[in-house]
């Protein structure tokens, strides 16, 4: 990590040139850090999150830290409840919003300690949740950032989150359904991008479009890091197999992504759609209402099986050279 020596009047969070320059510091080998990202709604980016997030700490017993990034707050509403993600967001310091505001006004007010909470039986799991507060955090960095001297509007995550994600096996970002300044932090924080998507027209179609602004957003990013906001696979969710157009549409995105692949470098090359798809399933929504990830609420139910399955493939891809199934679940 850059050590910091320099503090500006303005905006506190001046820091060494060297983070100005670039990432504020590489991942720590075992840290992965993975961004779930579509500018579509509703595609399933925080189901996913949270359920591989889940899998990932109980299942295959590793730490995970899953932030939400999205002002909608569903992550801390699902895994909280909605009163007591009221009363927890009330505290700005207990939330995300936090980790950018002390980018912005140079404090020092997050920590993981204070700022995450455990759901019932599942300690390695720690979970950040956002607030509404949220809502202007991208016109905010854009004003207090966007000035020479001063880390970029993109790097606050960045920066913040490399500071502690050695404590973690995995950092799962949840992020907004748009391409704003948010999101360009999760990007540009991430080691890997995972889109989920649905197996419809729209969003087959939204799909390329998305993978053509990822490319245009590492341009931008090229100069500070090129290894960041690279794709490391897609995710089919709500798979319905009775569905006559949603195989095609599958192998479309299939065929799309090995043709991308030798076109430019937004794919990694390891990239994939996933074979493991996660089906249109009732578990989901139960396991909102019991406030837990679904391999935590309902072990042995379809969804369950399904993000096991998909995390474990999805270890394949990030965990370099580990072969799918060498980790079993428990
Ligand atoms: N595989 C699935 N089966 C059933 N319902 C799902 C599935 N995936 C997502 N949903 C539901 O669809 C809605 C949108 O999902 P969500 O994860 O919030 O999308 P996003 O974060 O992309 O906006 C939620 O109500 C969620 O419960
Ligand atoms: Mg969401």
Not at 59 to 68: M, T
């Amino acid at each position: 990590m850059s050590p910091r020596t320099k503090k500006s009047s303005v905006v506190g969070a001046i820091k060494t040139i060297e983070d100005l320059r670039g990432k504020s510091a590489k991942t720590p080998e075992g840290t992965h850090i993975i961004a779930f990202s579509n500018f579509k709604g509703g595609v399933g980016k925080t189901t996913c999150a949270v359920n591989v997030a889940g899998c990932l700490a109980h299942n295959f017993r590793k730490k995970v830290l899953l932030v939400d990034l999205d002002v909608q707050a569903s992550l801390g509403q699902w895994l909280l409840g909605p009163e007591q993600w009221h009363r927890w967001s009330k505290y700005r310091k207990k939330t995300s919003y936090q980790i950018f505001l002390d980018i912005i006004q140079g404090s020092h007010a997050w920590t993981v300690e204070t700022a995450t909470f455990s759901p019932d039986g599942c300690p390695r799991l720690q979970i950040c949740p956002a607030t509404f507060d949220m809502l202007d955090l991208d016109t905010q960095l854009h004003h207090s950032l966007d000035k020479p001297f001063h880390p970029k509007p993109f790097q606050c995550l960045d920066i913040q989150i490399k500071k502690i994600c050695g404590q973690f096996d995995y950092v799962i970002l949840d992020c907004p359904p748009n391409m704003y300044m948010t999101t360009k932090n999760a990007l540009f924080c991430a080691d890997y991008v995972l889109i989920p998507t649905l197996p419809d027209f729209l969003s087959t179609t939204g799909l390329k479009k998305l993978v053509g602004f990822l490319k245009d957003l590492r341009d931008q990013f090229l100069i500070l890091d090129p290894e960041t906001a690279r794709i490391a696979g897609i995710i089919v969710n709500m798979y319905d197999a009775r569905k006559s157009t949603s195989l095609p549409l599958i192998r479309e995105i299939e065929a799309y992504v090995d043709e991308t692949k030798h076109e430019n470098d937004v794919f990694l090359p390891k990239a994939r759609v996933f074979d493991q798809r996660i089906r249109n399933l009732s578990g989901i929504a139960k396991a909102q209402d019991a406030g837990l990830p679904v391999s935590l609420a309902f072990p042995t139910s379809h969804a369950s099986q399904d993000f096991i399955q998909l995390t474990n493939q999805i270890m394949g891809v990030v965990e370099n050279g580990r072969a799918e199934g060498s980790h079993q679940s428990v």
